[in-house]
């Protein structure tokens, strides 16, 4: 079975925030293809207007860490194109810090209040526009470094990790609503936020992982029927959920 075996993109609508360029440019395009309609949302004004235009879509300027730009991005979903059916919670950036001397408070807020926040934020934007459609599909983008330790960018670990704890309280308590909500953990995928190390991991022949194998992954999470899950991409593997141990309990 294709990796979209399980997934008819006609009629669908598919919000995806961080949507002009890197992952969210690439699912955009994918989705379209499958026959979904598409409204990124991002900063990038230039660039998400272009691809909007080149998908037949909606551009909104959307940054995720304001409320009131979520809730809008989701309203032209719904007066533009009917509705929505997927919200694909993929803006981010990296976290620009340590805790020692190098701590930088004002980077601490902001890739807090996009990679964390930003999520928190679309999905209660989004909840009412899903139930509306009887249930959809809730993927944010996490990272590998929310299932290992990143001693590389510890903030960065943290509100990936955070966000991974969200969507596995969320997939439970949303599920009986038809609403499913997952985690797609890529490692160093080839976009904008590995600009700065990518010279270093290609020197030590760290694996890059191609953007494509990322929309893969995507596809496969809507094919799929579990909620509440981190699925991993790496290089050389097929993604698939984490197997979370379970924690000890009391004697």
Not at 60 to 71: L, Q
Not at 183 to 208: N, R, V, Y
């Amino acid at each position: 079975m294709s990796a979209t075996g399980g997934f008819d993109g006609n009629g669908k609508v598919a919000l995806i925030t961080g949507g002009s360029n890197g992952i969210g440019a690439a699912v955009a395009r994918r989705l379209v293809r499958e026959g979904a309609r598409v409204v990124l949302a991002d900063v990038d004004v230039d660039a998400g207007t272009k691809l909007a235009e080149e998908l037949d879509g909606a551009f909104v300027r959307c940054d995720v860490r304001e409320p009131a730009d979520s809730e809008a991005a989701v309203a032209t979903a719904v007066e533009r194109f009917g509705g929505l059916d997927i919200a694909f919670l993929n803006a981010g950036i990296a976290g620009g810090g340590g805790v020692g001397d190098d701590f930088d408070l004002a980077a601490y807020r902001r890739a807090m209040g996009v990679n964390l926040d930003g999520v928190f934020f679309g999905v209660h934007a989004a909840l009412p526009a899903l139930r509306a459609r009887g249930g959809g599909n809730i993927i944010a983008t996490a990272s590998m470094a929310a299932l290992t330790a990143t001693p590389f960018d510890p903030v960065y670990g943290a509100n990936k990790a955070a966000v991974v704890g969200l969507v596995r309280a969320l997939g439970p308590t949303l599920g009986e609503e038809g609403i499913r909500v997952n985690a797609l953990c890529p490692s160093f995928a080839d976009t904008d936020i590995i600009a700065s190390m990518k010279g270093h991991l290609q020197e030590t022949g760290f694996p890059i992982l191609d953007v494509a194998d990322v929309v893969e992954a995507f596809m496969r999470v809507l094919a799929a029927d579990g909620t509440g899950e981190a699925w991993y991409v790496v290089p050389g593997r097929p993604s698939e959920p984490f197997k979370f141990r379970g924690v000890p309990g009391p004697r």
